[in-house]
């Protein structure tokens, strides 16, 4: 394993990449409209949902998460 990787970061990203793509999965927006209110291009959140979790920092996936909170939280 390369020196610089942090195994606790890597199971913290790990952590948030699944609650958020759960909490995209139970959404009733679209992906598109996701990513727009998360202000990330459609392909950032391809890449999410795919697995890509090197292509995500911790505070990004605490961003989208907090997006897809707020979704869930507001009245229909």
Same mark, same amino acid.
């Given at each position: 394993m390369a020196p610089d990787l942090?195994?606790? =970061? !890597?199971?913290k990203r790990s952590r948030l990449m699944r609650i958020v793509?759960?909490?995209i999965? @139970? %959404? =009733? !927006?679209?992906?598109r409209e996701i990513a727009?209110?998360?202000?990330?291009?459609?392909q950032? @959140? %391809?890449d999410l949902l795919a697995g890509k979790i090197e292509h995500f920092?911790?505070?990004?996936?605490?961003? @989208?998460?907090?997006t897809v909170e707020d979704d869930a939280s507001s009245p229909p």
């Amino acid at each position: 394993m390369a020196p610089d990787l942090d195994v606790r =970061e !890597l199971e913290k990203r790990s952590r948030l990449m699944r609650i958020v793509t759960r909490r995209i999965a @139970l %959404s =009733e !927006l679209g992906n598109r409209e996701i990513a727009q209110r998360a202000g990330i291009p459609p392909q950032r @959140l %391809s890449d999410l949902l795919a697995g890509k979790i090197e292509h995500f920092s911790v505070e990004e996936l605490q961003s @989208l998460r907090d997006t897809v909170e707020d979704d869930a939280s507001s009245p229909p």
